[in-house]
């Protein structure tokens, strides 16, 4: 088997694409969101992404329905809430694979985990077999869109092992490899089922490698879903070998996705900064951080003529606001300005 050699072209929408994406994620990095609206956003980041990724696939849970199961932390009933959380499970742990190449072994683990107790008996298991990728059309017919071109487990592996190494050499911007990356695992489909979801996670693993903050600011899926065809389309548009056509919608979609993560941030931000203004008696806490570099609770209760307890509470409420910071615990601690 040839060494695996993607072709495209770089024209200008893509390039344009590369250079945006670059700009508007330097610019939600750049906002510095306070640590409980990171964790807020993150959070519905993952139950978005765990909706989608598993409609696209034909999962019938609506959005409430799948939040209130993962943020229920109601036990799955069924095959369709089990993939559901199986798919939430997997992306919570994702940022702790980052420090693993990404091979065949953590492909295989990764479906592994997202089949379990949906099909367990191809979970994990690369298929030894031909298959057809098909969609029914408006009239109900089955239209084939995609035959993978490997039938037999030994040349699948072959085939992934050649994208595998690929994968660790490219010195490409990272949207340019997730993208490469994402098309050429679908069209090899090494798994019986499961092939979609288990490429948006690989995909997404990329992306946090590349030092992209996926989930914690932003996901892909949501472009996916404003027209799941347009995204079955454009991707099998690169079947016959080139893949500009596909890098150039991926890369749309990046940008598209950061635009929103943005715009989200920023009203989050303001939102937050409104209902989170220090009251008048927290402002002249703030203001005794002019003549100490660090302030415990005794010092507040000593200048306010408050107790222990009301000075800590105070301390803490300018914590939570994100306008100071805590330093060590119990009786030792202490506070200094962000």
Not at 266 to 275: G, Y
Request: some cysteine; glycine content about 6%.
């Amino acid at each position: 088997m040839d060494m695996f050699a993607p072709e495209y072209t770089l024209t200008n929408k893509l390039l344009k694409n590369l250079t945006e994406i670059e700009r508007l994620y330097g610019q939600i990095e750049a906002l510095r969101l306070p640590k409980e609206l990171q964790l807020n956003l993150e959070r519905n980041n993952q139950v978005q992404s765990a909706y989608i990724s598993n409609s696209i696939e034909g999962n019938p849970l609506s959005l409430p329905e799948v939040t209130n199961l993962l943020l229920g932390d109601r036990v799955p009933v069924n095959r369709d809430e089990k993939e559901v959380r199986n798919y939430f499970e997997i992306l919570k742990e994702l940022s702790n694979w980052t420090g693993r190449e990404v091979t065949l072994e953590v492909m295989v683990e990764i479906h592994k985990k997202l089949m379990a107790g949906v099909k367990d008996g191809i979970a994990g298991v690369i298929r030894d077999s031909a298959v057809v990728i098909g969609a029914r059309d408006v009239m109900g017919r089955v239209r084939i869109q995609h035959e993978p071109p490997y039938h037999q487990r030994g040349e699948i592996r072959s085939a992934i092992n050649e994208l595998f190494e690929w994968l660790s050499r490219a010195d490409i911007p990272v949207p340019l490899k997730g993208g490469i990356w994402h098309h050429q695992f679908v069209y090899i489909h090494p798994f019986g089922d499961g092939n979609g979801r288990a490429c948006r996670l690989l995909t997404a693993l990329i992306f946090l490698k590349g030092n992209y903050q996926i989930n914690k600011y932003f996901v892909l899926d949501d472009y996916y879903d404003i027209d799941r065809s347009m995204y079955s389309e454009k991707l099998h548009t690169a079947d016959n070998g080139d893949k500009t056509v596909w890098l150039e919608y991926f890369t749309d979609g990046v940008k598209y996705s950061l635009q929103g993560a943005l715009g989200k941030a920023k009203n989050s931000l303001s939102t937050l900064t409104v209902s989170n203004q220090p009251t008048p008696r927290e402002k002249e806490v703030l203001g005794i951080f002019n003549e100490y570099s660090e302030v415990n609770s005794a010092i507040v209760a000593k200048l306010f003529s408050v107790t222990r307890q009301q000075a800590h509470k105070l301390l803490q409420s300018l914590v939570e606001q994100g306008l100071v910071e805590k330093h060590g615990s119990t009786k030792s601690s202490y506070y200094r300005l962000k």
